[in-house]
């Protein structure tokens, strides 16, 4: 079997009295779209922030590939690409200067040629369809594009695992359907993704796996046929699975509204 890129053991993450992650163990696998769902304030930001070094936890162990990112953070944030719900970019540098920076970041001239990297960092705003903006300053860029420029520079140093929080907030039907199929097709590249999203469908249409946290725990963690099969609801959306599984929405409610169906 195919060994997991990025390992949760028992991660606890405490703000004062305040436990935001409580436990935690999940694993993702290569070349795998993992939703990771929940209510406002259930954790998910906060175990990305672990996943990606941004916060320690209090307790338990993050492994990206074989490296600890406490222990080892150099080599282990080598392996990952990381898109926040709202980037910060530089507005005053172009989109290929920005890109140019963080692969720099990465140390890539370093290991190849210059030219290798600038083809690179071209090809990726032509797949990106944006090649005409890439000279431009992003402060003239639409939410959009900053977006993809934001994805670009996760990726520019060919990341393993993809951190994505909310990746399609703001971005109009054809700029978020441009996204999801991106995933799909990193994914069969072998790339891994966790993202976060509210938007049901996303996650129900493009995810392998979803993960359920809720109050700091993992409440659920499966296929959506395992999911439906764990709540009893074979025919559920996604959405009133969350739902129920959360409690915003009782047993009862919900059989009404699948009899309406």
């Not at 977006?147 to 054809?174: C, W, Y």
Request: hydrophobic share 40%.
């Amino acid at each position: 079997m195919t060994n997991p890129i990025l390992q949760l053991k028992n991660v606890t993450k405490r703000f004062g009295s305040l436990t935001a992650v409580d436990d935690l163990s999940l694993t993702v696998f290569p070349g795998e779209v993992f939703g990771f769902l929940g209510p406002n304030g259930a954790g998910k930001t906060t175990t990305i922030k672990m996943c990606t070094g941004l916060l320690r936890p209090n307790s338990g162990m993050v492994r990206l590939g074989t490296h600890d990112i406490v222990q080892e953070p150099l080599l282990a944030k080598r392996l990952l690409g990381y898109v926040p719900d709202n980037p910060f970019l530089y507005d005053q540098l172009t989109g290929r200067e920005f890109v140019r920076f963080v692969a720099r970041l990465y140390d890539l001239d370093g290991g190849s040629s210059s030219s290798v990297v600038e083809k690179r960092i071209q090809e990726m705003f032509e797949q990106f369809e944006m090649p005409e903006k890439a000279d431009e300053l992003i402060k003239s860029y639409s939410f959009g594009m900053r977006r993809k420029v934001a994805i670009a520079a996760a990726l520019i140093h060919n990341s393993q695992i993809v951190f994505l929080d909310e990746p399609t907030s703001g971005l109009d039907p054809k700029s978020a359907r441009w996204v999801k199929d991106l995933f799909r097709k990193l994914a069969g590249e072998g790339v891994a993704i966790l993202m976060t999203t509210h938007i049901m469908e996303i996650a129900e249409r493009i995810c392998d796996r979803i993960g359920i946290i809720h109050q700091g725990k993992l409440v659920a963690l499966g296929t959506l046929a395992e999911l439906r099969e764990e709540a009893g609801r074979s025919d559920s959306t996604l959405e009133d699975i969350f739902l129920q599984i959360t409690g915003e929405l009782d047993s009862e409610t919900l059989d009404l509204l699948d009899a309406k169906r």
